[in-house]
């Protein structure tokens, strides 16, 4: 099946919410996933982390370089800062029609480029060069992972070991780090991380501080990577472990003390971007069902004609819209500057309606397609749609999303 001609939500369908240049960027990127991207995944998945980065580096380093010389990176940057200045609301557009067609996280960042540590540096970094420092490299291609997890901690970010010291004018971090992605390093890999630390030991959350580290700063170990079921191909992940590692003051991502409010802050933001991949996902796997169920012919007339495939595949449309709108309302409020969505409500409901239900999607298309749909066969693409949507309900936990939703209620008395 050719994923490119999948277009049962083309972007047609929504006119006025697409501008000329979206369009623009949209037919660049589906030139280069059709170069790079679709005839390769195969391999790149099976390799997964830094093995396919090293065996496959032609087409790794090709489709990160086709991807920053078509001016995909830094699209959330603002004017000020020498980017573009695109609102989230288009970039998540372009996400969701991105993964549409091939979705991975890498690569789905890579296009849409809203991560969260592009609003930390915009709206929470206090010293504006070590801003134009790192917003130059995200233009160049740098990427940039965010580190929070202590592998005893977890979630309980208040509990973590990992801490920095003041000495002088340097901070010197140790401790553990896990499960960040995209840590392969490289010319269009990572080169900088914001690694969340305690920095005041008689504290919990309230004593965190973010700081901004480079990559190949003296101190960073690295320790085993994960092997994943899914989101293999440029998600390698490693532990990191920082040993006397020192950063200069000037390199707080946010003012001491308040990293974890500036991580959730992105964090929030970037939530309605992933909400919206999740939508993509959802759309692609109701095309693939719809596709197959046409076209395969059982008891003498086609799969889609049998009502008991009818009200699955309704299900799975009404998700893919509601989650649409609950995206878009979540977008725009943060394209508005609206609090509400600064709080992070409307995108902790976008995530939690679409990540449940992308990954639904793709296991009733599975069910539909019977053992076709678990083989690695090139036509239909579902088994790998599937393991790498599993990612959603890790980018936020299911549970501590659900008991921030119930608080709000509880506060706002509804």
């Known amino acids: 099946m050719d994923l490119m001609k999948l277009n049962i939500y083309d972007p047609y369908d929504h006119p006025e919410e697409w501008t000329p240049t979206m369009y623009e960027y949209l037919e660049k990127a589906r030139d280069i996933i059709e170069e790079w991207w679709l005839p390769n995944r195969r391999g790149l998945d099976r390799l997964g982390g830094s093995l396919a980065m090293t065996e496959m580096s032609e087409v790794y380093y090709g489709l990160m370089k086709s991807i920053i010389n078509a001016g995909f990176y830094g699209r959330t940057i603002p004017k000020e800062y020498g980017g573009p200045g695109w609102n989230l609301l288009d970039c998540s557009l372009l996400s969701a029609e991105i993964a549409?067609?091939?979705?991975?996280?890498?690569?789905?960042?890579?296009?849409?480029?809203?991560?969260?540590?592009?609003?930390?540096?915009?709206?929470?970094?206090?010293?504006?060069?070590?801003?134009?420092?790192y917003f130059k490299r995200t233009m160049d291609g740098?990427?940039?992972?965010?580190?929070?997890?202590?592998?005893?901690?977890?979630?309980?970010?208040?509990?973590?070991?990992?801490?920095?010291?003041?000495?002088?004018?340097?901070?010197?971090?140790?401790?553990?780090?896990?499960?960040?992605?995209?840590?392969?390093?490289?010319?269009?890999?990572?080169?900088?991380h914001m690694a969340l630390m305690k920095t005041d030991p008689t504290k919990r959350t309230s004593g965190l501080s973010l700081f901004i580290v480079n990559d190949d700063a003296e101190?960073?170990?690295?320790?085993?990577?994960?092997?994943?079921?899914?989101?293999?191909?440029?998600?390698?992940?490693?532990?990191?472990?920082?040993?006397?590692?020192?950063?200069?003051?000037?390199?707080?991502?946010?003012?001491?003390?308040?990293?974890?409010?500036?991580?959730?802050?992105?964090?929030?933001k970037h939530m309605a971007n992933q909400a919206f991949q999740a939508v993509g996902v959802t759309e692609a796997a109701i095309k693939i069902a719809v596709e197959y169920t046409q076209t395969n012919i059982r008891w003498e007339r086609p799969l889609i004609e049998y009502q008991g495939i009818h009200f699955p595949i309704a299900d799975m449309w009404v998700a893919a819209e509601a989650g649409r709108a609950i995206c878009t309302k979540a977008c725009k409020l943060w394209d508005a500057g609206d609090m509400e969505a600064s709080h992070g409500k409307w995108g902790v409901?976008?995530?939690?309606?679409?990540?449940?239900?992308?990954?639904?999607?793709?296991?009733?298309?599975?069910?539909?397609?019977?053992?076709r749909g678990i083989e690695r066969e090139e036509g239909w693409p579902l088994e790998l749609m599937y393991r790498d949507s599993m990612i959603f309900q890790l980018y936020r936990t299911p549970n501590v999303d659900r008991k921030f939703l119930a608080s709000y209620l509880v506060r706002r008395r509804l």
């Open 100 to 133: 549409k067609i091939g979705y991975t996280p890498r690569l789905d960042d890579a296009f849409a480029y809203g991560e969260p540590w592009v609003h930390i540096l915009e709206k929470w970094t206090p010293d504006e060069d070590a801003k134009r420092e």
């Open 142 to 192: 740098g990427f940039c992972t965010v580190m929070a997890t202590d592998p005893e901690s977890g979630v309980d970010m208040g509990g973590m070991r990992g801490n920095a010291v003041l000495d002088g004018d340097y901070y010197v971090l140790n401790g553990p780090k896990w499960f960040m992605t995209m840590t392969t390093p490289g010319p269009f890999g990572l080169q900088w």
């Open 219 to 268: 101190g960073i170990v690295r320790g085993r990577e994960g092997d994943l079921m899914g989101a293999r191909w440029g998600c390698a992940r490693y532990e990191v472990i920082f040993k006397d590692c020192k950063v200069h003051k000037k390199y707080l991502a946010a003012p001491e003390g308040k990293g974890i409010h500036a991580l959730v802050d992105g964090m929030n």
């Open 349 to 371: 409901l976008a995530a939690r309606h679409c990540f449940p239900a992308a990954i639904e999607a793709c296991q009733k298309a599975i069910e539909f397609l019977g053992s």
